[in-house]
């Protein structure tokens, strides 16, 4: 213990276990947690649900290119470059 590391090690080792052990942003009155999980939840769902509506949206699309000819690479051009065109 006299030596200045192992005093320092020490002092440090009690800090930490004397920590709060909760990790940062917890909550912790469970009531507000349950609260916060029911609206995670609920946001959850609303974005599963765009990202659904989102990815049929895609496949119309998808099928729309390929009907009408539109190539991997026409529709890979940036938008600056499809303006300059028009």
């Known amino acids: 213990m006299k030596l ?3 005093d320092m ?3 440090n080792r009690k800090a930490a276990l004397k920590a709060p052990m909760e990790k940062p942003g917890w909550i912790s009155d469970i009531h507000k947690a349950n609260k916060r999980i029911e609206e995670l939840t609920e946001t ?3 974005l599963k649900a765009i990202n659904q509506k989102l990815v049929e949206r ?3 699309w998808q ?3 390929d009907m009408h000819g539109l ?3 026409m529709l890979d051009q940036p938008v600056s470059q499809l303006r ?3």
């Open 84 to 86: 300059k065109r028009t």
């Open 4 to 6: 200045p590391a192992v």
């Open 63 to 65: 099928a729309n290119a």
């Open 58 to 60: 895609f496949l119309i």
């Open 44 to 46: 959850n769902q609303k």
């Open 71 to 73: 190539t991997q690479s």
């Open 9 to 11: 090690a020490m002092k």
